[in-house]
């Protein structure tokens, strides 16, 4: 019984201090990224930052795809197989440069038809693809190899150069568009190269053979994963691309700006994510799985439906901070795409459950669904309602992602979860959405209500996140105390 519940005290110990060293990383990288939002918004016109906006998501189809999903590969064999950490380096490095080979490739054919600005934007993406590619799979990398501390230390720095040189090369020498995507350039390189340096000293880089075992049961692994990260690219970007096809660039910027709002909340769901997707492979075969799983998907979705709450009820006097000029407008796109974060997260939670167990083609079928209703209501919802048609096929999509995923965790854990309750508290964000936008009178005494209401429906978990986080802190600190007395 004692072994029991030192086991499980240690995967709440082990996810804690991952979220730690994750919070970290993200929250002074993307908290600073937040903060240059003004700069971006006063520098830049909405058209240039609707250019930059389809190059940074097009690198989120491009650098999975073209690189057969190795960082992911690399994360799932890394936590396993210790002693092939070298190999796993090797084969995914060796996908990575393929990738960058076809997209110079495909760059080189795009300048034999394209004028002299499009082949300045085809330059500088094909540069930050190679940049890219090479700092997210190291990336998943470290993280495989349970070395944290270097992935925080690269994304700090990332994140440090990024704010360095954009200051410099917006404010200073005052290269607009080029500055703008030049900075994430130099950020990615000078990182990856750092991280390398990193995990030489440390060992990891070194035992670079070829292993066409490992090889191959890493392709197969990330090979079906690529209808999973294209569906997921469809269901968080084909807006972007309906938008600046049938509306413009302007308004494809002021779009684009309209999901910095929810940044924030994807901020904790992206320190979740990262810490839970190594615990979901450590804890999969445990024989209380299911209980452990159950209790983080219930913390995890009280948390995101409320910081959600939250959001939307200050989405307005947040884009009066943070947005300039045109791009104000922006905010009323904000309270559906902060709802769609909250399936993602869920949909990414239950998916990383999936990949646990080896399961990715579920995760494609889910994926893939999502992402054909979500091409269909953009095309249906856009030409009359314009980008926020485009926010509402978003959020929902992301809803059906997230049924689908719940259905197909089901075959390898039993998620216990009130639904009911559920779905009355997404019913509940709808509708504070629609008061926000609507300018309701009184909106802000509404929203106020919804969201005690909500903390009410969740009160259960609210205080079990609340006991469990101390018992955390309390043995924490009790463990440190036992290390000095020794």
């Known amino acids: 019984m004692a072994h029991k519940e030192k086991k499980e005290k240690g995967k709440f110990g082990y996810l804690a201090g991952n979220i730690a060293l994750f919070s970290v990383s993200n929250f002074v990288s993307k908290i600073l990224v937040f903060l240059l939002v003004p700069l971006y918004t006063d520098v830049l016109s909405t058209y240039e930052y609707g250019i930059a906006d389809v190059m940074q998501v097009t690198l989120l189809l491009l650098v999975p795809a073209l690189t057969f999903n190795m960082g992911e590969a690399a994360l799932r064999f890394g936590i396993e197989e210790h002693d092939m950490r070298g190999s796993i380096l090797r084969t995914g490095l060796s996908y990575v440069l393929r990738a960058d080979a076809i997209v110079v490739g495909l760059g080189i054919m795009g300048f034999a038809f394209t004028g002299e600005e499009v082949r300045r934007y085809i330059l500088m993406f094909v540069i930050l693809f190679a940049a890219n590619s090479l700092f997210e799979y190291l990336v998943l990398y470290f993280q495989g190899c349970e070395d944290l501390p270097i992935v925080v230390t690269g994304s700090v720095m990332s994140t440090v150069i990024m704010i360095i040189s954009n200051i410099i090369f ?128 219930r913390a995890y979705n009280c948390f995101m439906v409320i910081g959600c709450a939250v959001l939307i009820l200050l989405c307005e006097p947040l884009a009066a901070f943070l947005f300039r000029k045109d791009f104000f407008g922006a905010w009323v796109y904000v309270p559906p795409l902060l709802i769609s974060v909250i399936f993602g997260a869920l949909t990414g939670f239950l998916g990383s459950i999936c990949l646990a167990f080896k399961d990715p083609r579920a995760m494609g079928a889910a994926t893939s ?40 965790t089901k075959k390898h854990v039993a998620i216990e979860n009130n639904m009911l309750t559920d779905i009355l508290a997404y019913l509940m964000l709808i509708a504070l959405s629609l008061a926000v936008v609507g300018k309701i009178p009184g909106r802000y005494i509404i929203g106020a209500v919804l969201t005690a209401l909500l903390v009410l429906l969740y009160y259960r978990d609210v205080s079990g996140i609340i006991t469990k986080s101390l018992q955390i802190v309390r043995n924490t600190v009790h463990g440190k105390r036992k290390t000095d007395r020794q």
């Open 170 to 297: 917006l404010l200073v020498i005052k290269i607009g568009l080029i500055g703008y995507i030049a900075s994430q350039i130099i950020a990615y390189a000078c990182s990856a190269a750092l991280m390398l340096v990193l995990g030489r000293k440390r060992g990891h880089v070194s035992g670079l053979k070829e292993d066409e075992d490992l090889k191959g049961r890493m392709l197969a692994y990330g090979t079906p994963l690529i209808a999973y990260s294209t569906g997921s690219w469809i269901n968080n970007a084909a807006d972007r691309y309906i938008v600046l096809a049938l509306c413009g660039a302007a308004v494809n910027g002021v779009y684009g700006v309209a999901y910095k709002i929810p940044a924030i909340l994807m901020v904790f769901q992206r320190v979740f994510a990262q810490a839970w997707q190594m615990s979901a492979t450590k804890s999969y075969k445990d024989e209380k799985s299911s209980e452990f799983f159950t209790q983080m998907y």
């Open 369 to 408: 669904a999502g992402a054909v209703l979500n091409v269909a209501l953009n095309l249906a919802l856009i030409p009359n309602f314009g980008a926020m048609g485009a926010a509402a096929a978003t959020a929902a999509s992301y809803a059906l992602m997230w049924a689908l995923a719940y259905r197909f």
